[in-house]
């Protein structure tokens, strides 16, 4: 199983990045896929989900209206459309599968995304 993604990066305030996910070793179209980040000194915090399908998606606040997370089941892939990146979106982004019958999850390794003038 793996989780790679990519797509971070540097990049000024208030502009864009888009993040990628790849996925192998599961079955992808079966699997809840979200985005977490985690500042440095702060927990792991969720972002976006997406449902199997791509029919439903849900955002935290911080970033609603900001980011669009999308996927593409015939590729195995999970995409982070980021827009209007404010400094405090600066983090490690993870890429996360997520099961709920039978129970199953797994991690990607994150990319660091930082967003500084």
Partial sequence: VQLVESGGGLVQPGGSLRLSCAASGFTFSS??????RQAPGKE???IAAISSTGSTTDYAD???????ISRDNAKNTVSLQ????KPED???????AYRSWPLN???????????SS
């Fill in 31 to 36: 699997y809840t896929m979200s985005w977490f």
């Fill in 44 to 46: 792991r915090e969720f």
């Fill in 62 to 68: 911080s970033v609603k209206g900001r980011f669009t």
């Fill in 82 to 85: 980021m827009n209007s990146l």
């Fill in 90 to 96: 600066t983090a490690v982004y993870y890429c996360k």
């Fill in 105 to 115: 999850h797994y991690w990607g390794q994150g990319t660091q995304v930082t967003v």
